[in-house]
């Protein structure tokens, strides 16, 4: 069969995906069986994979699938328990304390402590931790979740202290004969940190507005006038808040390495900026807020909305000063997780323990696939977020009545809701990346090559388009990198643009695998299952895919840009790029002014 028709085919699981979660609106614990179910028969009759692969792959996506499960629960059993323990009333009114415009709390929130936990854990936990707890402020679930889902782009490419580039990157060049003879003399190490490097500078060139953008989303789909406008007039402190981050992130890839942008330009970030807020630095005087809960649309609520809504209201004035929590004492499980975090990631010593074999669960060699399949449940996030949550029992003396058995009860049901959907999803993904048989690559590479095929030498301006659908398959920038790494840099190889021109390639690929975190199912399904939003993930991937439009458009001319001798028109094209997505932003919103004006009229 023709690489032409091999790419189709390969592309139906994705098309799938889009035409019956996007497109049609099935709630995704409908169309990933669906998914799944044509990815298996793709493999099987036209792949010609082995079944014990397929199998195999599955069982390995099932296990990947628990994990994620675990995160979920970890991260609303947290929320949950300081729910419970009255502690979220007082993180609520510091915030309010801080400004009461939700604009800035996104941004304080989403942002730059999601930007911080994605440096220290990665693998879509910022979005289930900063999704509820922005519900619990009072956010309607499906915007919490569209914000938390559109910060999965700049901080995710050094997320997990530097996952994505010291294992995917590195696995996916290192020791490969064609880096090697490219390169030349240059050690592998210090071409790994020359990537990482370009990665910074073009995620700061591009991330820099997602502060802006996150807020014109928000209120364009969920403010009282539904217009960008709203957003965009914070403009000043959105971009304050981008560049708070982006300049630091950069300075520690160059200075430091991989390990810390996210982590350390996330918290340089907050100590600038939170102070900034409350001293009311570039904020408007007329702040933003939504409309009552009551006239809010049926699709944004979740069931977290109306628990916490209800444990709110229905506690009496007399109760809450009873159980007033300090503001300190209120934040510390998230300290204790941040810590716990930076701590099994950052420091060896602890870090190595919790992965040690012998407390590694290994299957190996599923049904003689060559597949394996591992847990290594100390070191899971979720373990952290348990380990908070009993913390938090204690610290809030929680003992005094049933709340702390009712917050596990509660994130038990919220996360068996998230259950069917994710119990296909990532077995469609792991069949899919694991395709390849005698007779053709895997479908993401078979995909991949059709697209190279028809770019040749304008390949860099797609590069980062691979990277997100690799993104949006395996719901991993690291596994994005994994796969298609090596082809990235020998497709720029191919058109003769040298080393140098390869890393450029190569950081573009992981420039595009984090913005593809904004729509990958896996992410949005989970962070949708911690404020109980479940079955709109089809519309929110249809609105992340506005940002993350921007993001691989933005990425592909900056890298062509990049890549040119001295000036060239791809730069115009790059600023053109910003300038028509801040445009098409106004233009929605002086259309939709009108349109209130005439109905006034």
Same mark, same amino acid.
């Given at each position: ?131 509820? &707890?922005?519900?619990? #402020?009072?956010? %309607?679930?499906?915007?919490?979740? @569209?914000? /938390? $889902? +559109?910060?999965?782009?700049?901080? *995710? ?93 950069? &300075?520690?890839?160059? #200075?430091?390495? %991989?390990?810390?942008?996210?982590? @350390?330009? /996330? $918290? +340089?970030?907050?100590?600038?900026? *939170? ?110 977020? +348990? ?215």
């Amino acid at each position: 069969m023709s690489l032409g028709g091999l790419s189709l085919l390969a592309v139906a699981p994705i098309a799938t995906v889009f035409i019956f979660l996007v497109a049609l609106r099935w709630p995704a614990k409908k169309a990933m069986p669906l998914a799944y179910g044509v990815t298996v028969l793709i493999a099987l009759f036209v792949w010609d994979t082995a079944a014990n692969k397929v199998w195999a792959a599955s069982i390995h996506g099932f296990v990947t699938a628990i994990h994620l499960l675990c995160i979920v629960f970890g991260a609303i059993l947290v929320l949950n328990t300081l729910q419970e323990s009255g502690a979220i009333r007082t993180i609520r009114q510091g915030f309010i304390n801080i400004t009461p415009d939700r604009r800035i709390q996104a941004i304080l929130i989403a942002w730059l402590f999601g930007a911080f936990i994605e440096g220290a854990a990665g693998f879509g936990t910022p979005a289930a931790i900063a999704a509820p &707890l922005l519900v619990a #402020l009072g956010f %309607p679930a499906m915007a919490a979740v @569209l914000v /938390a $889902l +559109i910060i999965q782009s700049t901080p *995710v490419s050094f997320g997990a202290v530097g996952t994505p580039i010291l294992v995917g990157v590195q696995s996916g060049l290192s020791g490969q004969d064609i880096v090697t003879q490219t390169i030349g003399n240059v050690d592998f190490s210090a071409y790994l940190l020359q990537i990482a490097t370009k990665v910074a500078m073009m995620h700061g060139l591009i991330g820099f507005l997602i502060p802006l953008i996150m807020v014109g989303m928000l209120t364009r789909f969920f403010g009282k006038a539904r217009s960008f406008r709203e957003g965009l007039k914070v403009w000043k402190f959105a971009l304050f808040a981008g560049l708070a981050f982006t300049l630091p992130y950069y &300075l520690i890839a160059f #200075l430091l390495g %991989p390990e810390f942008p996210s982590l @350390l330009g /996330a $918290l +340089i970030g907050l100590v600038i900026v *939170v102070p900034a807020a409350k001293a009311g630095l570039f904020i408007p005087q007329e702040h933003f807020d939504f409309e009552e809960q009551s006239k809010w649309e049926e699709s944004w609520v979740g069931s977290l909305n109306q628990n916490t809504n209800r444990t709110y209201n229905q506690v009496s004035l007399e109760e809450r000063k009873k159980s007033q929590i300090g503001l300190v004492r209120a934040w510390l499980p998230y300290l204790i997780v941040a810590v716990l975090l930076v701590l099994t990631r950052a420091v060896e010593p602890i870090k190595t323990l919790l992965t040690h074999e012998n407390v590694t669960l290994i299957i190996r060699d599923i049904f003689g696939s060559g597949i394996n399949t591992s847990s290594q449940p100390l070191y899971l996030p979720a373990s952290i977020f +348990i380990v908070a949550s009993i913390f938090t029992y204690f610290i809030h003396g929680m003992w005094k009545n049933g709340g702390y058995r009712r917050a596990w009860s509660d994130s038990f049901k919220t996360t068996v809701s998230a259950a069917a959907a994710l119990i296909f999803a990532v077995p469609m993904v792991q069949v899919f990346i694991h395709s390849a048989s005698e007779q053709y690559a895997s479908m993401p590479l078979v995909l991949a090559q059709g697209v190279s095929s028809i770019a040749g030498n304008l390949w860099p301006l797609f590069a980062p388009i691979i990277g997100a659908l690799g993104a949006f398959i395996a719901g991993s920038n690291t596994i994005s990198n994994m796969m298609f790494s090596l082809f990235q840099f020998g497709t720029a190889e191919s058109i003769g643009i040298g080393a140098s021109g390869a890393a450029m390639v190569v950081a573009l690929q992981a420039i595009g695998g984090a913005a593809g975190n904004m729509i990958c199912v896996h992410n949005v399904v989970a962070a949708s299952a911690t404020v109980g939003l479940v079955g709109r993930e089809g519309d929110l991937i249809r609105k992340a895919l506005i940002p993350m439009t921007y993001y691989v458009l933005a990425g592909g001319t900056l890298g062509m840009a990049l890549l040119s001798t001295g000036f060239s028109l791809w730069y115009v094209a790059w600023l053109a790029i910003v300038g028509l997505f801040l445009a098409y932003m106004w233009m929605n919103s002086e259309k939709k002014l009108r349109q209130d004006q005439r109905l006034s009229a």
